[in-house]
């Protein structure tokens, strides 16, 4: 069993900064790509950011120089650091980790997601 927590989500001015962290725990060999996703009232679940096992990074144009993703790997556990906010970036937030357990191919986990909410 894989489980995938969520937190840091809230409520934040525009303008704000907010930190979002997601830790796997349970049967893990290793973990290679971990991300998060967002999802606006009546929108589609986009990418907004990844990070490899190489520690390689990719945004979402619409959040570039203004979030950061990371990870610590001692930890099982993926950050994304939300500065500048904007009312536009308000949504529900998801991890989204590719895990290898042992002896299985590597499978995708999503996490139960954390409300982000930016005021203007």
């Known amino acids: 069993q894989v489980q995938l927590v969520g937190s840091g989500g809230g409520l934040v001015q525009a303008g704000g900064s907010l930190r979002l962290s997601c830790a796997a725990s349970?049967?893990?060999?290793?973990?290679?790509?971990m991300g998060w996703h967002r999802q606006a009232p009546g929108k589609q679940r986009e990418l907004v950011a990844t990070?490899?096992?190489?520690?390689?990074?990719n945004y979402a144009d619409s959040v570039k120089g203004r979030f950061t993703i990371s990870r610590d790997n001692a930890k099982n556990t993926v950050y994304l650091q939300m500065n500048s906010l904007k009312p536009e970036d308000t949504a529900v937030y998801y991890c989204?980790?590719?895990?290898?357990?042992?002896?299985?191919?590597?499978?995708?986990?999503w996490g139960q997601g954390t409300q982000v909410t930016v005021s203007s």
């Open positions: 989204l980790t590719e895990i290898v357990r042992t002896l299985r191919p590597a499978e995708s986990f």
């Open positions: 349970g049967s893990i060999y290793r973990i290679n790509t």
């Open positions: 990070v490899t096992g190489a520690g390689n990074t």
